[in-house]
Each structure stands twice: as structure tokens, then as C-alpha cells.
């Protein structure tokens, strides 16, 4: 006995689905990319604060234990480095090394701060400049 013969065709895409497949997908990506990276940016963001809100915590116990915070000379490096001078020293006072900001730029530590705060840790976003909008936008931290 014989199997039958399927009559029926195999049938593949023409070349006008796959392109307005294509064209479905690329419009879609248009429109959800900006969208997503919008997001990126406002994690960065988010991460940069986080970041120097755990420093600022390392600042004060600094403080607490020597009675003043690190001088503009020996900056942040002193959170996780015994300054030579300082004999009330309890740190390292962070796990690992001081980061840097989600732009991969060091965050910017100064004593005293300007507008009557004892210091400013800030970053300049991503131009890395004072000023600017969006991305650009400065995170201080007081």
C-alpha cells in the first residue's frame, strides 16, 4: 500500500511580507528605542545619588572619628586609605574603592562646601561640565 501524496503546496513568504515584516519591526523600534534610553539615563541617575548617598555615610563616619572630614589634599581616597597623619583613622570606611559616577567620572569632593554646607559631593552628569539639562544635569549631594 501507498502512503498518498500531499496535493497541497509548501508554500514559502513572498518578498513583499518579509519587507512589510520589516517595516512593522523598524517602526516599532523607532518608536520604543528613544523611549528605553530615556530610561537608561534616568538610572544612571538614580545610581549616581545612591552612590553618593553611601559616601556621604562613609564622609561622616570619618568625621565622627577624627573629628573633622577629609581636607580637599586628601579627598575621597581617605575613606578607604589611612592618611598618614591621621591617628584617630578607624576606616577603611567603604568595602572597595571610591566609584565613579555612571559616566565613569570622579565624583567631586570639596571642603568647605559653597552655600554654607560643610562639603559638596556632586557630579556634572554626562558632559562632565556645570550646568546642563536632562543627562547633562548636575547631582549634588548635601
Not at 568595602?95 to 569632593?109: E, F, H, S, T
Request: glycine share 12%; charged share 25%; hydrophobic share 35%.
Amino acid at each position: 500500500m501507498k502512503t498518498p501524496i500531499s496535493t497541497r503546496k509548501h508554500r514559502g513568504f513572498t518578498l513583499l511580507e518579509l519587507l512589510v515584516v520589516l517595516l512593522i519591526i523598524a517602526l516599532l523600534a523607532g518608536y520604543v528605542g528613544p523611549k528605553l534610553f530615556g530610561e537608561v539615563g534616568k538610572a544612571k541617575t538614580k545610581t549616581a545619588a545612591s552612590q553618593m548617598k553611601s559616601i556621604a555615610g562613609a564622609l561622616d563616619q570619618y568625621r565622627l572619628d577624627t573629628g573633622r572630614y577629609p581636607s580637599n589634599e586628601l579627598g575621597l581616597n581617605a575613606l578607604t586609605k589611612k592618611p598618614p597623619e591621621e591617628s584617630k583613622w578607624s576606616g577603611p570606611y567603604l568595602m572597595k574603592d571610591v566609584p565613579n559616577d555612571p559616566w565613569d567620572k570622579p565624583y567631586i569632593y570639596r571642603i568647605p562646601g559653597e552655600n554654607g554646607h560643610d562639603y559638596d559631593l556632586l557630579s556634572y552628569g554626562l558632559d562632565g561640565k556645570p550646568g546642563g539639562s536632562g543627562e547633562d544635569t548636575d547631582i549634588n549631594f548635601w
